[in-house]
């Protein structure tokens, strides 16, 4: 067994059928509310979904909102203003250009607004149960830290290095565990390490724990 795969085994141990914590009931919902995601928490999201999606219940009317009340029901997260006015174009390329449809490939999904490569590859691998790796904040610190990527690994590279490092089939739940396991047990300013089961894998543990 390749030491990535025995890191993540005992990741998936710890955190057991993870999956996102962003709530949805169909592939539009779960497209924007990973968009608003971007650099704000899950729980933030999910406060705010139910408002719009009870005012905008599909990409039609999203499409026709006015800015300005979107923006409103937006305000408590970060980066709002241009949150809004990407879920709206993004609506608008749905109706117009993909026939009221979610695309279902990466090509695609990353013409849309506000939707990048992580992006697609989270709605890839939760809606579509494709394999993707999506690269956020917890699974590069997380990987970085465990050296299954290098340090100077882009977002970019990281995805590239982890598809190669890992069972193409173990993509998708990979990613939800690792962002569970840097959520929750590898946080960024205050991992617990001193109950850790990775600590001969970690790097961080070597140069910031280990006999101070
Ligand atoms: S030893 Fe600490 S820094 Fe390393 S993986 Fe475990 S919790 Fe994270």
Aim: proline share 4%.
């Amino acid at each position: 067994m390749n030491r990535s795969v025995r890191i993540l085994n005992t990741i998936e141990e710890m955190f057991p059928n993870a999956k996102t914590e962003l709530y949805y009931n169909n592939v539009f919902e779960l497209a924007i509310a990973v968009i608003l995601s971007a650099q704000t928490t899950d729980v933030a999201v999910n406060k705010l979904t139910p408002v719009l999606f009870e005012e905008y219940p599909d990409a039609k009317a999203l499409a026709k909102a006015n800015h300005k009340d979107v923006e409103a029901i937006l305000k408590s997260i970060g980066l709002y203003r241009n949150k809004a006015k990407n879920i709206i174009e993004f609506s608008n390329q749905i109706v117009n250009d993909f026939n009221n449809q979610v695309p279902n490939t990466k090509k695609e999904l990353i013409t849309l607004a506000g939707v990048g490569v992580k992006t697609a590859n989270v709605i890839l691998s939760e809606y579509f149960k494709l394999p993707a790796i999506a690269v956020d904040t917890h699974v590069e610190r997380v990987t970085k830290r465990l050296k299954i990527v290098r340090e100077s690994y882009s977002v970019l590279q990281t995805e590239k290095r982890l598809e190669r490092a890992l069972p193409r089939e173990r993509w998708s739940q990979a990613h939800h565990s690792f962002i569970l396991f840097g959520r929750y047990h590898c946080t960024a300013r205050s991992p617990k390490c001193d109950v850790c089961p990775l600590t001969a894998d970690c790097k961080y543990y070597t140069q910031n724990v280990k006999n101070k």
